[in-house]
């Protein structure tokens, strides 16, 4: 029986259902698939394509199995792996803009941003979003259960 009056810890996830961040990573498979059949990488878009994409996926499954198995980690997972993710696709920008001569800039013409990129931004950012969210919120829950 609880005996403090402090309030009652929630799951990471919520007690309304399942985490989306972890249903992100476990929804790996169908950006697999999408990437496969379509040719759109928008989960791991700034990776080329063969064995090192297929082995981000197979990590970021991992990944999904662990949050699914640990909800306490989920945040501490999405954070980084999003931010290596954009790590990632900035640095697949920026290393063709920084190789290139400096009076060739303006004849280069745009690079590689497109649809594809954006979206995974827009999905790293937002899973980065979350899990900082989602970790400021778990830190004020702990903090509150061991003042009281």
């Known amino acids: 029986m609880r005996t403090s009056t402090g309030p009652t810890p929630v799951p990471v996830g919520g007690a309304r259902g399942a985490d989306p961040l972890v249903l992100y990573y476990l929804a790996t498979p169908l950006f697999a698939v999408l990437d496969a059949v379509a040719g759109w990488p928008v989960r791991v878009a700034a990776l080329p394509g063969g064995g090192w994409r297929w082995f981000w996926y197979l990590v970021l499954l991992l990944l999904g199995l662990l949050c699914r ?14 931010s290596v993710n954009l790590t990632f696709l900035f640095l697949s920008i920026l290393i063709p803009i920084w190789g290139m001569p400096a009076g060739d800039l ?43």
């Open 69 to 82: 198995a640990r909800p306490r980690l989920t945040p501490l997972v999405g954070m980084t792996e999003s």
């Open 106 to 148: 303006e004849s280069a013409g745009p690079v590689g941003f497109g649809p594809v990129r954006i979206v995974n931004v827009l999905l790293s950012g937002g899973a980065l979003i979350l899990a900082f969210h989602r970790s400021q919120a778990a830190l004020g829950r702990e903090l509150l259960r061991h003042r009281g």
